[in-house]
């Protein structure tokens, strides 16, 4: 049973527009999220965190959004840049679980020049 | 400041052979996470230290994987024997667990082939 899904495999867009990730979440006892980027042969890097009392979050060129009703999540970036192509994961904790990440399988970005 | 730094980051060898995974978490951490990605599966937690004590190791994936903190600056996974199937990328990660979220840092992966 996924409780955090990325329902997109792969994503493309062009360079200079905004790219939305989408994810969605089945536990309403996450309380924090995080966006991870990942290029080949490299590890996951954090990327952008929002707390569950918050409901957006902006670093920069990028925007996490948070719609606790809707147990839905995305990530904004804009404008997006080649180096933007990676894959991004989704993920969420909650203190129950002493804050252990639970993974959505990730989205490929492509940006296009 | 110097990330999560694992050893080797490449590593061939034969079916059979015990295969040893370093890790050292950043300073401060007291965290620190085994992960394995494959194409097949994603990203999945192996075993999980909190305070340098084992919590949860359901994901270690059979007897012949196993993994120790000896201490808070260091960390081993072993896989002995070592099979074809366990060829992988394996991130060790670390954390600060505290009381308002948990942001995980990677290090770059152990490229793990075993032929």
């Known amino acids: 049973d996924q409780q955090v899904k990325q329902n997109s495999p792969s994503l493309s867009v062009q360079e200079g527009r905004i790219s939305i990730l989408n994810c969605d979440y089945t536990?309403?006892?996450?309380?924090?999220f995080l966006w991870y980027k990942k290029y080949p042969a490299e590890g996951p890097t954090f990327l952008i965190s929002i707390s569950s009392i918050k409901d957006k979050n902006e670093d920069g060129r990028f925007t996490v959004f948070l719609n606790k009703s809707a147990k839905h999540l995305s990530l904004h970036i804009v404008p997006s840049q080649p180096g933007d192509s990676a894959v991004y994961f989704c993920?969420?904790?909650?203190?129950?679980?002493?804050?252990?990440?639970?993974w959505g399988a990730g989205t490929k970005l492509i940006i296009k020049p | 400041d110097a990330g999560v730094i694992q050893s080797p980051r490449h590593e061939v060898t034969e079916m059979g052979q015990e295969v040893t995974l370093r890790c050292k978490p950043i300073?401060?951490?007291?965290?620190l996470f085994w992960y394995r990605q494959t194409m097949m599966r994603g990203l999945e937690l192996l075993i999980y230290?909190?305070?340098?004590?084992?919590?949860?190791d359901s994901g270690m994936p059979e007897d012949r994987f196993s993994a120790k903190m000896p201490n808070a600056s260091f960390s081993t996974l072993k896989i002995q024997p070592s099979e074809p199937r366990d060829s992988a990328v394996y991130f060790c990660?670390?954390?600060?667990?505290?009381?308002?979220?948990?942001?995980?840092?990677f290090g770059e992966g152990s490229w793990l082939t075993v032929v």
């Open positions: 536990n309403s006892m996450f309380d924090y």
């Open positions: 990660a670390s954390s600060f667990t505290g009381s308002s979220g948990n942001t995980i840092y």
């Open positions: 230290f909190n305070n340098n004590v084992p919590i949860d």
């Open positions: 300073s401060g951490h007291n965290s």
């Open positions: 993920a969420a904790s909650d203190k129950d679980s002493n804050y252990q990440l639970i």
